[in-house]
């Protein structure tokens, strides 16, 4: 069985760059045909998708969220991170990592954005 977990600060200071990464047991982010994500929800909204990354190593942004993300892996260690930059209190929100078809996800990591 898939398991992730969400890992990274939760505190960024306004117009940095928050990073987070997601480890993956269970399963190898290069098997074929599984896409792993990121998602995440606001405080008081839904969920929002803001990018995956495939099993070869294309990367899919959101278009409202493609100028400032980055979604990268690392193969060896069965991780796959994101990087959000120039941040401002509207990115506060849960951060999700998920493997498509989003049958697994991580439990979720609380980001706040804030001086």
């Known amino acids: 069985q898939v398991q992730l977990q969400e890992s990274g600060p939760g505190l960024v200071k306004p117009s940095q760059t928050l990073s987070l990464t997601c480890t993956v047991s269970?399963?190898?982010?290069?098997?074929?045909?599984?896409?792993w994500s990121w998602i995440r929800q606001p405080p008081g909204k839904g969920l929002e998708w803001i990018g995956y990354i495939d099993y070869s190593g294309s990367t899919y942004y959101s278009p409202s969220l493609k100028s400032r993300t980055s979604i990268s892996r690392d193969t060896s260690k069965n991780q796959f991170t994101l990087q959000l930059s120039s941040v401002t209190p509207e990115d506060t929100a849960v951060y999700y990592c998920?493997?498509?078809?989003?049958?697994?996800w991580g439990q979720g990591t609380q980001v706040t954005v804030s001086s």
């Open positions: 998920a493997r498509v078809p989003f049958d697994s």
């Open positions: 269970g399963g190898s982010i290069t098997d074929n045909y599984y896409y």
